[in-house]
Each structure stands twice: as structure tokens, then as C-alpha cells.
């Protein structure tokens, strides 16, 4: 792949020790119901405790009948930032994006750029895996110490919007128990990448993020 430039289009940041999840189904239309709009990122350590899974859900809200039809940009980036040392900037970055039916993963290693434009870290290529269709089995990949999926899954995001909204409103106290999962038969597409800890920094407490970027 050449050299290109690619620029930030919506990204959520969070601290992981052992566990971490962050959620955002409604976006700005700019990105709303494309591979850009992030709906979920989670980072925790892998059952094999030497590794740290990083997973994040993009075009949220998919019906069952929209899915087997939903596919990844080419032209959008995934990266995972890594901060090790404490400063809020990322020091090392995971890369996935989709190629024919593949999705490949570059690093981790040291970006070429920090902030908001990255380039492909092509001299650092981790692996591919094919991307799982909708209803098949899904189709792992291991490579150089590392596990790999993408394709669609059932959105594991639970929550009850209408009673949150009327709290919000001011009509109730608190959420029911059980309550009603709003998000019950949406499903979203995934991208999973597992390392070892020791290509992130150890298994001290790291800063981690991920972006969607844009190729300009």
C-alpha cells in the first residue's frame, strides 16, 4: 500500500487497567450508519492472561435484514491508540483496514504521526483474516502471537433508552429491573485484535483509544 494520508473522523478515548468498555450509538450524521461511526470499544485482558484483547463495534443499529448487506469502508482506517507512559499521547497503534474481502492489521508499533492524520504502517504488517459473512460461522486468524476477526455480531451493548429517557424527563427515579435492552435485535460490525501484553507495553496500567480516519 502507498503512503497516504489519513484523517481523523470520530474517535473515543478511555483508560484500561484489566477491564474497559466505552459506548456512543448516536453520532453526528457526518459518520451516522457508516463503518466510521463507532459504537463501542472494549479492551480487557485475554483468556490467555499474557494477552490484551482490543474490540471495537462500528455502524451500529443493523437490522437483521440490513447486515448480510453491510460492509466495511475501504476507505476508512481503524486504530487502536496505545499511551504507555502516561502522557496521553499514543506511543504504539494497531491499524486495521479492509481489502477485498480481508481485513489487515499493521503493528503494534510506533505511529508515523501522532494526532489526528496517521499513515499505514506497511513495514509492520501483523496479519489478515477473512471477513466473516453474515450467519456463517465466524473465521479467526493467528499470526505472529496475535488472534484476528472482523465481520458483523450481535450488538452487545445493553441498554433501556425509553427508561432512561423518561428519567431524563423527569417521569421516573430509576431504571427498571429487568430492564428493556433497546439495542435487542441490532447488530453491528466488529473488528477483534488479541497481542501479547508484552508488544503493548508489559502489564502495567496503559491509556487506550481508538479512532476512524478517513483516507484524504
Known amino acids: 500500500m502507498k503512503k497516504t494520508k489519513?484523517?481523523?473522523?470520530?474517535?473515543?478515548?478511555?483508560?484500561?487497567g484489566f477491564f474497559l468498555v466505552a459506548a456512543d450509538h448516536i453520532d453526528a450524521p457526518a459518520v451516522q450508519g457508516g463503518s466510521s461511526d463507532i459504537t463501542d470499544f472494549y479492551a480487557f485482558q485475554g483468556e490467555n492472561t499474557n494477552n490484551i484483547v482490543f474490540a471495537v463495534n462500528v455502524m451500529g443499529l443493523l437490522s437483521p435484514t440490513a447486515t448480510a448487506d453491510a460492509m466495511f469502508d475501504e476507505n476508512v482506517l481503524i486504530e487502536f491508540n496505545i499511551d504507555n507512559t502516561g502522557d496521553n499521547v499514543e506511543d504504539l497503534?494497531?491499524?486495521?483496514?479492509?481489502?477485498d474481502g480481508k481485513m489487515y492489521f499493521f503493528g503494534p508499533a510506533s505511529p508515523g504521526t501522532t494526532g489526528l492524520s496517521s499513515t499505514i504502517l506497511t513495514n509492520n504488517m501483523l496479519g489478515s483474516v477473512d471477513i466473516s459473512a453474515y450467519g456463517s460461522a465466524a473465521m479467526t486468524n493467528s499470526n505472529n502471537g496475535a488472534?484476528?476477526?472482523?465481520?458483523?455480531?450481535?450488538?452487545?451493548?445493553?441498554?433501556?433508552?425509553?427508561?432512561?429517557?423518561?428519567?431524563?424527563?423527569?417521569?421516573?427515579?430509576?431504571?427498571?429491573?429487568?430492564?428493556?435492552?433497546?439495542?435487542a435485535g441490532t447488530n453491528v460490525l466488529s473488528v477483534v485484535v488479541e497481542v501479547p501484553k508484552s508488544s503493548v507495553g508489559g502489564s502495567g496500567t496503559i491509556n487506550t483509544w481508538v479512532e476512524t480516519k478517513r483516507k484524504q
Open 93 to 99: 497503534v494497531i491499524q486495521a483496514i479492509p481489502r
Open 147 to 183: 488472534m484476528m476477526f472482523a465481520g458483523p455480531r450481535d450488538d452487545p451493548f445493553f441498554m433501556d433508552f425509553a427508561q432512561y429517557s423518561e428519567i431524563i424527563a423527569g417521569n421516573a427515579s430509576g431504571f427498571n429491573d429487568p430492564g428493556s435492552d433497546t439495542f
Open 6 to 16: 489519513w484523517i481523523l473522523g470520530i474517535g473515543l478515548l478511555a483508560v484500561a
